[in-house]
């Protein structure tokens, strides 16, 4: 092995290479592409994870939504198309009944689903907006980014139907003077003063949007007449049960205590957060697998292309192996020149692909920034996958260059010395 440290080795691998120029060129940029392709659609894949994962980081992905529609089939003497209404007796019923349930929000709104909007007034500006009334709980299945120095609803603010609330940044931005305290300032919700005790700020997996206004949930159901009606409940499953179950569980519990029959599917509404993560999962899953293939198939064509060259070499050289042969170079001298240039070859053209892999998705990342219109946050790319492919490609260049390593072995002095 010492002959790798030669520098006639080195020499005679240099002088092979470039009488081939062309060729070692066109050759190497297979390795390149597949190693370029392999770093930017592995980033492309993780950017697209970690967009995803920014979006529910602050959501309990485990969590299905639930409201009332009207049954499609008849029950014991009730007509089809009676309306569901849940109340807080269900929302009782099911933490009883449910062990699957980890929390239960029931909410209420006005401004959505035909109710008129909560009528905002502060000075001699007036808006209309959307007027939520929740428990605390809503804030452990969605957690709200409150800015400095404000808070978000709290169980005393339930018990005592304290009269504050919580304004989206939108408000704010209407309302207020830019760098004006709004924290403390009174302002009129359908004509009753309410304490600002908060501003939230917007989130990607919000659903209410920056422009609506958070009331305890007692309070609002005073102000509105809303008794024990709710309009719909959020509900999470423990972190180790199924919320597909959990929620086909739910349904035949609000069926039972709502008289409903028990294949009508049209009498509970829902939308089932987890399952759309989980297919969101596999989609994601599905990508990084046809990344791998994509990237190794391309791979292994590029190391293919140099062994295919090194074998025209061979062919080339035939006269020269001979008289190196001839001179006294023992086969594993010849061997090891052969397979040392396609490991050499190999190597460079993979790093050269991983450093314009690693420059492109850079130059994505500072294109795209924070930006919440592209579906692409911080591409970046494993560095033990990048190790492991770059490993991967010197042990195949290193399986190909045996090829053409053997063929020239297996040259006799002295057909060599005749070849023409």
């Not at 001979?322 to 050499?344: F, H, N, W």
């Amino acid at each position: 092995m010492k002959f790798i440290f030669e520098r006639d080795t080195w020499q005679e691998i240099y002088g092979a290479i470039r009488k081939n120029k062309i060729r070692t060129i066109i050759t190497v940029i297979g390795v390149t592409w597949g190693v370029f392709l392999f770093v930017v659609l592995l980033g492309m894949a993780k950017g697209l994870d970690n967009s995803f994962r920014s979006q529910f980081n602050d959501f309990a992905t485990n969590t299905m939504f639930l409201w009332g529609q009207q049954t499609s089939m008849p029950n014991n003497g009730f007509k089809r198309g009676r309306g569901m209404q849940l109340t807080l007796d269900d929302v009782e019923a099911l933490e009883s009944q449910i062990s699957d349930i980890e929390y239960i929000a029931p909410r209420n709104v006005t401004g959505q689903w035909g109710t008129p909007p909560g009528q905002f007034v502060r000075g001699s500006k007036s808006g209309a907006f959307k007027v939520f009334g929740d428990y605390p709980t809503i804030d452990k299945v969605s957690k709200k980014k409150i800015f400095d120095g404000g808070r978000f609803i709290n169980e005393e603010d339930i018990k005592y139907e304290r009269k504050v609330c919580v304004i989206g940044e939108d408000i704010y931005k209407q309302f207020y003077d830019k760098g004006e305290e709004a924290i403390g300032s009174f302002v009129k919700i359908n004509g009753i003063y309410f304490k600002v005790i908060g501003v939230y700020k917007p989130t990607q997996q919000g659903f209410e949007g920056d422009d609506s206004i958070f009331l305890p949930f007692t309070t609002f159901q005073t102000i509105f007449n809303q008794g024990r009606n709710i309009s719909w409940m959020v509900i999470t499953a423990k972190a180790d049960k199924n919320i597909v179950n959990t929620e086909a569980k739910i349904k035949t519990a609000l069926k039972r205590m709502h008289d409903v029959h028990p294949d009508d599917d049209q009498a509970f509404g829902s939308f089932n957060l987890g399952e759309e993560v989980a297919k969101i999962n596999g989609f994601l899953a599905g990508m990084r697998l046809i990344t791998y293939i994509v990237g190794i198939a391309t791979l292994i064509a590029g190391v293919i292309a140099i062994g295919n060259v090194l074998l025209i070499t061979v062919k080339e050289r035939t006269r020269e192996i001979g008289v190196r042969r001839a001179l006294g170079a023992t086969p594993s001298e010849i061997r090891g020149q052969i397979m040392l240039e396609s490991i050499m070859l190999t190597f460079i053209a993979g790093l050269i692909g991983f450093v314009f892999g690693t420059l492109v998705l850079w130059g994505v990342n500072n294109a795209v920034g924070n930006s919440d219109d592209v579906p692409i946050l911080n591409p970046t790319v494993d560095f033990f996958a990048v190790v492991g492919a770059l490993l991967s490609i010197v042990l195949l260049g290193t399986i190909i260059g045996l090829i053409p390593a053997q063929k020239a072995v297996s040259i006799k002095p002295i057909e060599a010395l005749r070849e023409e």
